[in-house]
């Protein structure tokens, strides 16, 4: 009887926290890795308009092909998935991921839209997707990241590997 009541909570608890997550405004950027079709988003935080200087960014899990909204534990956002600011103002944010710390994304408006920066190689580009190449067979180990985006001068499409 226990087991059952434990395992009811945790499907409620689990519920609760898909359906607990709003349809986010502005996308940035998302970060998929190689062990299954899940992946986090991570969308602009406004206030009135301006850019949240503590949060820039909200960052959440999209489950089973879209059709579920997750919230990262606290796990997630202290060691892999979390947005650390670097420094902010209410027009722009320079954020890192927790796990890399190396790679600075420039949070700003970008011809009227929200979009996120990143250097690489020398060029700017407009971060759209990091890809996660995990190892096997546990799955807990990154062989390495590539990272896509836009060329903000030539407008061509970019992917640099970033090997840990």
Request: with cysteine; glycine share 6%.
């Amino acid at each position: 009887m226990k087991h059952l009541v434990y395992s009811l909570l945790l499907c409620t608890m689990s519920c609760l926290t898909a359906l607990a997550i709003e349809i986010p405004k502005e996308h940035i950027y998302i970060f998929e890795r190689s062990t299954n079709s899940n992946y986090v988003s991570y969308d602009i935080n406004l206030q009135d308009g301006k850019l949240c200087q503590k949060e820039p960014l909200n960052g959440y899990w999209v489950l089973d092909d879209e059709t579920r909204l997750g919230e990262l534990t606290f796990l997630e956002r202290k060691m892999a998935f979390g947005i650390k600011v670097v420094s902010a103002s209410e027009n722009e944010a320079r954020v890192h991921m927790t796990a890399y710390k190396d790679l600075v994304i420039r949070i700003c408006k970008h011809k009227g839209k929200w979009v996120g920066i990143v250097k690489m190689n020398g060029h700017e580009m407009i971060l759209q997707k990091m890809f996660a190449q995990m190892k096997p067979p546990f799955h807990v180990t990154c062989a390495y990241v590539d990272i896509y985006g836009t060329d903000i001068v030539t407008g061509e499409k970019r992917r640099e590997r970033v090997t840990p």
